[in-house]
């Protein structure tokens, strides 16, 4: 039987994903390697180190900067991202996800927050949301990032509910591989042809409806 609801932050709960992307896309400019939105999908819920090689990849430079290089790169992109999240408020929660919270609270289920960002504990407490969660699970507490299943899994384990009485919502491939090698079930949020292995996919986070989510988990 359902017990705990996982969330991933960045583009489910706010759309930081959009700061990260603009980051990025600025720093790839900087170092030569312009991409697009649909390569962006492929960096999303990726920790900053790895996307910054996946982006170094795509323009065949990983060859071309030394560690330290690469760190300045990676401190750089992070000074732009936290640039751009400095007047988050309560106010950038995306469209129902307060009343899912209160609606998960209501029916007695744990609530959990599965973020691979150094930056999330920053954010959830912008948001005025940092206290409503049971638990946080962030880049300080686990050693590998999604898609690894660490994440979700540590989330569950501190929860004290078994991952298969779990839902995990996300907005990234990565994230949603995370959830499923995990063995709990997944919601996708965003399009269905980059969130395939999602069970339930939707377009946004005004349509999502914790009624339907739970009917097709008891199915
Ligand atoms: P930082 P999530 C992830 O957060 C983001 O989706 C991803 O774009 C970002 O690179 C990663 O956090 C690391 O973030 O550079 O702030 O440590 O989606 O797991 O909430
Ligand atoms: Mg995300």
Redesign the pocket.
Known sequence: ELQAIIF?????ITD??EY??LA?KQLGEDVGVPFTREFNEE??????M??LEKILALGNKHNDFTADEKMSL?EK??EH?VSLIQNISPTDILPKIEELIADIKKMGLKLGL???????LAVMSSLGLKEQFDVIVD?ATIKK??PDPE?FLRAAELLNVDPKACIGI???AA?VDSIKGAGMFAVGVGSEQSLSKADIVYASTSELSLEKIIEVYNK
């Open positions: 991933d932050l960045d583009g489910v930081t994903a990260h992307y990025w960096l999303k819920g990726v920790s900053r790895d996307s990676a992109k992070n991202y599965a973020s691979v960002s150094k930056n999330a880049a990032g999604k994440i996300e907005d990234a994230g």
